[in-house]
Structures are given as C-alpha cells and as structure tokens.
Nanobody, 121 residues
Framework: DVQLVESGGGSVQAGGSLRLSCAASGFSVNSVCMAWFRQAPGKLREKVATINSGSATGYTESVKGRFTISRDNAETTLYLRMGSLTPEDTAMYYC???????????????WGQGTQVTVSS
C-alpha cells in the first residue's frame, strides 16, 4: 500500500527554521513527482514546492530562496527545509505524490495527513 507520513512540524519564532519530512512507503519518491502543499485556515490549499523524477524543482514565489525541497538517497523520504520563516508561513503542510514523472500536471493521487507549522512574530 502507498502511504505518506509527514513529520517535523511545530512552533517556531519568526526568522527560524524547520525541516519537514515525508516518509513514503509502497513506492520510490525518486520515481515520481512529489510535492509539498500547505493550507492556512480560511485559505485555499497552495502548492509550495515540487520535485520531479529528474530532480528538477519548482517553488511558489513566496518561498523562493527560503525553502528547499529534496529527497534522500534511500528513495524513501521527501524533505522540505524551511528558513527565514514568517507568520505568513503558518499552515498545515502536506506532502503529495502523483503517478507520473512530471510535475506539470496537478493530479496528485496520494496525500499525507499533514503536519502543522506555526510561526509566531
């Protein structure tokens, strides 16, 4: 069975850093498009970062230069390194996988349960 489990969220002060992890089972995170999304209360879900099977990455404008998406060599874990955090980054963060190598499309088939990130000013 395919399963995604996020961890690493928490509370941090503005300017701080966190690293989120997404443990995958049932497939290799290196073989498909993986992404991090976030959703703040009262707001639409937002795609934050993507990484395709060729390791090309993409970021939403608001996190460019502050967040880094990566994968481990064991092909089981996806990461999101977040730096220079602001209160606007407060949200539930989800990892997702789509059944394809490209991240051009948005039909993500598998989702984790989410991990909460709270940034205080």
């Amino acid at each position: 069975d395919v399963q995604l489990v996020e961890s690493g969220g928490g509370s941090v002060q503005a300017g701080g850093s966190l690293r989120l992890s997404c443990a995958a089972s049932g497939f290799s995170v290196n073989s498909v498009c993986m992404a991090w999304f976030r959703q703040a209360p009262g707001k639409l879900r937002e795609k934050v970062a993507t990484i395709n099977s060729g390791s090309a990455t993409g970021y939403t404008e608001s996190v460019k230069g502050r967040f880094t998406i990566s994968r481990d060599n064991a092909e089981t874990t996806l990461y999101l390194r977040m730096g220079s955090l602001t209160p606007e980054d407060t949200a539930m963060y989800y990892c997702a996988a789509r059944l394809g190598r490209s991240c051009v499309y948005s039909d993500y088939a598998y989702w984790g349960q989410g991990t909460q990130v709270t940034v205080s000013s």
